[in-house]
């Protein structure tokens, strides 16, 4: 199992962000978390990538428990946050050697990542000459760097232009072939066009967990 997550709240003060949430994902993948603005996903997304702690409940990535295994867990999970913070100054290369450094990968493995990301023909330039787009991939491209097994993806494709769009759900889709991707959207095109699977979350609850054939065929 990719994710396991059993009977986890968090609690933000007097607020409950998330209300007793369990679902699996299974490997290889595709699952939308879909909802609103403030359902919960992104805090969600963070429990999974060990960067807060939940409440209450328990939450397995690649089997390794987010509160007792965190390092294990970090080492299985590539993570896109909403917003990636980017150095515009910085060339492409520059931003994954140094990333590449943290987690202690080769300069082929940033070579292979370029490629895998379609980064290529951009990958000469500095950050700031990038489109919207083109950005995103350099993102994917540093959560792809450790090669981990499961990548948890925070609205992916928001603010992308149409072009940009499909090109980057393309991307999604060919690395949902061989990887766990958990992504988080508000729009429900986003789901039909990319995932097999989603879980509907709205107010820190879980109101649907359908595979999208189901759903095409109306049950
Ligand atoms: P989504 O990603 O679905 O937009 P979030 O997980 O960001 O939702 O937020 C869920 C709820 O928790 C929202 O009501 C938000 O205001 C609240 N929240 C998120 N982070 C914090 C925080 N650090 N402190 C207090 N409340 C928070
Ligand atoms: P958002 O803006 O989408 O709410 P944040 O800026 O709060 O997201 O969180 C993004 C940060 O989370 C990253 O810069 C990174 O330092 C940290 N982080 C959390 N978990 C991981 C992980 N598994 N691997 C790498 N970075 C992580």
Known sequence: MSI??????????????????????????IVGFL????????????????????????AKVNNFDVNTNQQKVQQSVGYLPEHNPLYLEQYVREYLAFNAQVYGVTKERIEEVIQLTGLTPESHKKIGQLSKGYRQRVGFANA???????LIL?????????????????LIKSIGKEKTVFLSTHIMQEVEAMCDRVIIINKGEIVADKKL???REGQ
């Open 4 to 29: 396991e997550v059993a009977n986890i709240s968090k609690i933000y003060g007097s607020q409950r962000a998330l209300n007793n949430i369990s679902f699996k994902v299974n490997k290889p993948e």
């Open 35 to 58: 909802g609103p603005n403030g359902a919960g996903k992104s805090t969600m997304m963070k429990i999974l990538t060990t960067y807060i702690e939940a409440s209450e409940g328990q």
């Open 144 to 150: 792809l760097l450790h090669n981990p097994d499961v």
């Open 154 to 170: 925070d609205e992916p494709t928001t603010g992308l232009d149409p072009n940009q769009l499909v090109d980057i759900r393309n």
């Open 213 to 215: 054939k189901e759903l």
